[in-house]
């Protein structure tokens, strides 16, 4: 079911492109493309700007600086920066910039390394724009460190209401930024409700949607064969996964304001999930503060508790994740994935715990609590109910070409911001 409100909005963000034409006009006829500095730090906000930085990569009056930064440099993390490359793009600075521990103090000192390593890179790359997504740690280093140096920052997917420190990174984040990318019109009004000016508040919806919707379907068998899930990738004894089966999709990623609950809280998921007792593909978790936990309490339990059904891997392509998150009979998780982005397959999800408190979603999610008991209900009826109606709940295609025509025209002659009450 598609969401009306994207449609009318159509005109009045014409009319705000249309307004800035003449720079576009500028920059065309002299030869000169604006340079956008586009941070990623995980899997995650690559996946949805994938689109963008093809869109930036067509237009004739822009161009890409790509950094990447954080997880996607680690192994343990799966080192995604090879999903980036594979996909063609140019990578054209790499930062390291996690501390190990991943505690409230080594996330606390890996967003100032990443604010100084930043810093040292625009000064060299002097990008036009810096383009971020979400509200990572090292999202909100971006956006600090350009606002610092006067460079405007455009920010997508601002505005929404979640839990942990997400919540308060979010907000800040758009105080610092001068060009918003909101997904949703609640988002867009609650932008403005802080101040922002509402010219500059621009709904276009998220653009993970335009992959969402054109990425090459894989039937379970297909998608069971891929190289990445092959089974020379599993621990050893372990079947290969039998598509004319079920199966489970599993994320949980720690929430930094309940930290040190996280050890616990997993346990209670692989309870629940070994309890289901069926196949299941868990994937790691993040680097944010807590994530040892989440890992050494799989570790635990799986020493304990076999599980040969269980399947974890690091990360995914986002073609190999689009389609899992498709053909799956039921997601367990507490990522943003959930809310956000199934609903567009009406994939049953169980969201788990309070990380998404808040968070605008479909009638194909079912809340749950952190015990055992609770997830195990949830997902037995999401199981019996099965696939649900559809919901474009975060916009329509094309989202992505929307933005690069924003980003081409839009004025950019001053930085200061001011509240616009």
Same mark, same amino acid.
């Given at each position: 079911?598609?969401?009306?409100?994207?449609?009318?909005?159509?005109? &009045?963000?014409?009319?705000?492109?249309?307004?800035?034409?003449?720079?576009?006009?500028?920059?065309?006829?002299?030869?000169?493309?604006?340079?956008?500095?586009?941070?990623?730090?995980?899997?995650?906000?690559?996946?949805?700007?994938?689109?963008?930085?093809?869109?930036?990569?067509? !237009?004739?009056? $822009?161009?890409?600086?790509? *950094?990447? *930064?954080?997880?996607? $440099?680690?192994?343990?993390?799966?080192?995604? /920066?090879?999903?980036?490359?594979?996909?063609? &793009?140019?990578?054209?600075?790499?930062?390291?910039?996690?501390?190990?521990?991943?505690?409230?103090?080594?996330?606390?000192?890996?967003?100032? $390394?990443?604010?100084?390593?930043?810093?040292?890179?625009?000064?060299?790359?002097?990008?036009?724009?810096?383009?971020?997504?979400?509200? !990572?740690?090292?999202?909100?280093?971006? =956006? $600090?460190?350009?606002?610092?140096?006067? /460079?405007?920052?455009?920010?997508?997917?601002?505005?929404?209401?979640?839990?942990?420190?997400?919540?308060?990174?979010?907000?800040?984040?758009?105080?610092?930024?001068?060009?918003? &990318?909101?997904?949703?019109?609640?988002?867009?009004?609650?932008?403005?409700?802080?101040?922002?000016?509402?010219?500059?508040?621009?709904? *276009?919806?998220?653009?993970?949607?335009?992959?969402?919707?054109?990425?090459?379907?894989?039937?379970?068998?297909?998608?069971?064969?891929?190289?990445?899930?092959?089974?020379?990738?599993?621990?050893?004894?372990?079947?290969?996964?039998?598509?004319?089966?079920?199966?489970? #999709? #599993?994320?949980?990623?720690?929430?930094?304001?309940?930290? @040190?609950?996280?050890?616990?809280?997993?346990?209670?998921?692989?309870?629940?999930?070994?309890?289901?007792?069926?196949?299941? /593909?868990? #994937?790691?978790?993040?680097?944010?503060?807590?994530?040892?936990?989440?890992?050494? @309490?799989?570790?635990?339990?799986?020493?304990?508790?076999?599980?040969?059904?269980?399947? =974890?891997?690091?990360?995914?392509?986002?073609?190999?994740? /689009?389609?899992?998150?498709?053909?799956?009979?039921?997601?367990?998780?507490?990522?943003?994935?959930?809310?956000?982005?199934?609903?567009?397959? @009406?994939?049953?999800?169980?969201?788990?715990?309070?990380?998404?408190?808040?968070?605008?979603? @479909?009638?194909?999610?079912?809340?749950?609590?952190?015990?055992?008991?609770?997830? *195990?209900?949830?997902?037995?009826?999401?199981?019996?109910?099965?696939?649900?109606?559809?919901?474009?709940?975060?916009?329509?295609?094309?989202?992505?070409?929307?933005?690069?025509?924003?980003?081409?025209?839009?004025?950019?002659?001053?930085?200061?911001?001011?509240?616009?009450?």
């Amino acid at each position: 079911m598609k969401n009306p409100t994207f449609w009318w909005r159509n005109f &009045f963000l014409k009319r705000q492109v249309a307004r800035s034409l003449e720079f576009r006009i500028w920059n065309m006829e002299f030869g000169k493309k604006r340079k956008v500095a586009v941070v990623t730090g995980h899997s995650c906000d690559y996946v949805r700007l994938k689109s963008v930085l093809e869109e930036i990569e067509k !237009h004739p009056a $822009l161009e890409y600086i790509l *950094v990447v *930064v954080g997880s996607h $440099l680690l192994e343990r993390y799966g080192t995604t /920066i090879r999903h980036i490359q594979a996909d063609g &793009f140019r990578v054209d600075k790499t930062i390291y910039t996690i501390i190990e521990g991943e505690t409230p103090t080594t996330m606390a000192k890996s967003t100032g $390394l990443s604010a100084i390593e930043l810093a040292t890179y625009f000064e060299d790359a002097k990008p036009d724009i810096v383009l971020i997504l979400g509200e !990572h740690f090292e999202v909100f280093s971006a =956006a $600090l460190t350009a606002a610092l140096m006067n /460079i405007p920052v455009a920010h997508a997917r601002g505005g929404e209401v979640t839990g942990t420190i997400d919540e308060s990174l979010r907000h800040a984040i758009t105080k610092l930024a001068h060009i918003h &990318f909101p997904a949703t019109e609640k988002s867009r009004e609650r932008i403005i409700k802080m101040g922002e000016d509402s010219e500059r508040v621009f709904l *276009v919806g998220c653009p993970s949607v335009d992959s969402l919707l054109s990425v090459r379907k894989l039937g379970k068998q297909e998608l069971f064969s891929h190289p990445e899930l092959d089974p020379a990738t599993k621990p050893s004894g372990q079947r290969p996964l039998d598509p004319s089966q079920p199966f489970l #999709l #599993l994320i949980q990623h720690p929430v930094t304001t309940e930290y @040190g609950e996280a050890y616990a809280q997993i346990q209670e998921t692989l309870a629940a999930v070994k309890e289901l007792d069926v196949q299941t /593909i868990m #994937l790691w978790p993040n680097p944010d503060a807590g994530s040892e936990l989440i890992v050494k @309490g799989v570790r635990h339990f799986l020493l304990k508790n076999p599980m040969p059904k269980l399947y =974890a891997y690091k990360r995914f392509p986002s073609e190999v994740f /689009i389609n899992l998150m498709r053909e799956t009979d039921c997601f367990i998780t507490n990522s943003s994935s959930g809310p956000s982005e199934a609903c567009y397959f @009406g994939t049953p999800v169980v969201n788990v715990g309070t990380r998404q408190n808040g968070r605008e979603r @479909g009638k194909n999610l079912v809340d749950a609590g952190y015990k055992k008991d609770e997830i *195990v209900a949830a997902a037995r009826r999401q199981l019996a109910h099965g696939k649900y109606e559809p919901e474009h709940l975060y916009g329509e295609p094309p989202v992505a070409k929307k933005m690069a025509d924003i980003l081409a025209t839009v004025d950019l002659s001053n930085v200061q911001k001011k509240l616009a009450y």
